[in-house]
């Protein structure tokens, strides 16, 4: 269904605009030669992609700063990107090849289809494409505001990639400093509690509930860094523990377990507090039934196993088909 209001968006966004010259499309969307110094900091000038984050850019009106510098191995570089949007940031590494920009995995190598530089008249300007998951068209500037000369090549570059038209980002990179109730909350601990003793979820208490002041801290936290309003968790773990016989048909309760959430927590118990390795066989087991019940419960079968994106196909076929192998030759 989201495939198809996006195709549908860029067909009506395109059917009006005169396609740009073959040979004008040829030369912008070549690779550049040779990448410039990316050390410093670029502004994100305007994105294009597909509909769903074209809407995203367009509500929300993010402005965006990359401050990139390079580390001691060669071609490697930090990339602090910051939104002027809650205060949001992110760090990442990520490797340079030629004209090629690719992730940094945990092992310290080149992860991920590779974003290419393409070509651009601008000249502090460098735009990036890149196609991992969804298209993604990006001019970024030393500047704060370019030309209307080479925003419109942006443009043109765009549509030769079938993309709709650019969003432009708000160019006011001044943030306002955190107010003092955010810069305490967001403080780590200078020392971690006793990890012997048992927590219970909510909230990472002792007790199984909180007061409702203490609740109110735990939002004001989330809020502070951009999140949603906390979903407050069900106190009545017995329910989970020894279900009756109605509750066992209910299906959040199995979500309770079947989740990332779980399996990530079971790893932890193993690396960092020695539990048996045994533990990592239920944590596996639960991340395969958690992708199986992400793809089954989709509210739209068709996008989830699209062909659009071969790749993302392929890889859910083959989660079913272990989900297939893995039930058959289960034991108990």
């Given at each position: 269904?989201?495939k198809?209001?996006?195709?549908?968006?860029?067909?009506?966004?395109?059917s009006?605009?005169?396609q740009p010259?073959?040979?004008?499309?040829e030369?912008?969307?070549?690779?550049?030669?040779?990448a410039?110094?990316?050390?410093?900091r670029?502004?994100?000038?305007?994105?294009?992609?597909?509909?769903?984050?074209?809407?995203?850019?367009?509500?929300?009106?993010?402005s965006?700063?990359?401050e990139?510098t390079?580390?001691?191995?060669p071609?490697?570089f930090?990339?602090?990107?910051?939104?002027?949007m809650?205060?949001?940031?992110?760090?990442?590494?990520?490797f340079?090849e030629?004209?090629?920009?690719?992730?940094?995995?945990s092992?310290?190598t080149?992860?991920?289809?590779?974003?290419l530089?393409l070509?651009?008249?601008?000249?502090d300007?460098?735009?990036?494409?890149g196609?991992?998951v969804?298209d993604?068209l990006?001019?970024?500037?030393?500047?704060?505001?370019?030309t209307?000369?080479?925003?419109k090549?942006?443009?043109?570059?765009?549509?030769?990639l079938?993309?709709?038209?650019?969003?432009?980002?708000?160019?006011?990179?001044?943030?306002?400093?955190?107010?003092?109730?955010?810069?305490?909350?967001?403080?780590?601990?200078?020392?971690?509690?006793?990890?012997?003793?048992?927590f219970?979820v909510?909230?990472?208490s002792?007790r199984?509930?909180i007061t409702?002041?203490?609740?109110?801290?735990?939002?004001?936290?989330?809020?502070?860094?951009?999140?949603?309003?906390p979903?407050?968790?069900?106190?009545?773990?017995a329910?989970?523990?020894?279900?009756s016989?109605?509750?066992?048909?209910?299906?959040?309760?199995?979500?309770?377990?079947?989740?990332?959430a779980t399996?990530?927590?079971?790893?932890?118990?193993?690396q960092?507090?020695?539990?048996?390795?045994?533990?990592?066989?239920?944590?596996?087991?639960?991340?395969?039934?958690?992708?199986?019940?992400?793809l089954?419960?989709s509210?739209?079968p068709?996008?989830?196993?699209?062909?659009?994106?071969?790749?993302e196909?392929?890889k859910?076929?083959?989660?079913?088909q272990?989900?297939?192998h893995?039930?058959?030759?289960?034991?108990i």
């Open positions: 269904m989201m198809t209001l996006c195709v549908a968006a860029l067909v009506l966004s395109l009006s605009v005169c010259a073959p040979l004008a499309c030369k912008l969307l070549q690779p550049v030669d040779k410039p110094d990316l050390s410093g670029w502004y994100v000038i305007a994105i294009s992609s597909s509909c769903i984050l074209q809407l995203v850019a367009r509500v929300l009106l993010p965006v700063h990359v990139v390079s580390k001691e191995t071609n490697v930090d990339y602090l990107i910051k939104l002027k809650h205060g949001l940031c992110a760090n990442e590494t990520f340079q030629n004209n090629k920009l690719m992730d940094e995995d092992n310290n080149a992860d991920g289809d590779p974003d530089l070509q651009t008249g601008c000249s300007c460098i735009v990036t494409k196609d991992s969804v993604l990006v001019l970024f500037s030393r500047r704060t505001n370019i209307a000369a080479e925003l090549e942006f443009e043109t570059q765009a549509e030769c079938g993309l709709a038209k650019p969003q432009v980002l708000d160019s006011d990179h001044v943030c306002q400093p955190a107010s003092l109730a955010c810069e305490k909350l967001l403080q780590p601990v200078d020392k971690a509690p006793d990890n012997n003793k048992l219970d909510d909230s990472n002792r199984r509930n409702a002041a203490e609740l109110k801290e735990f939002e004001t936290q989330a809020e502070c860094l951009g999140l949603a309003k979903q407050v968790l069900d106190s009545d773990h329910a989970a523990i020894e279900p016989h109605f509750d066992k048909m209910k299906v959040s309760l199995a979500l309770n377990v079947f989740r990332k399996s990530a927590g079971l790893k932890y118990m193993v960092q507090e020695n539990r048996p390795l045994s533990y990592l066989t239920t944590a596996w087991f639960l991340e395969q039934v958690d992708r199986w019940f992400d089954m419960s509210r739209h068709i996008t989830v196993l699209s062909r659009f994106k071969m790749e196909y392929q859910a076929i083959i989660v079913l272990n989900i297939v893995l039930f058959r030759g289960i034991k």
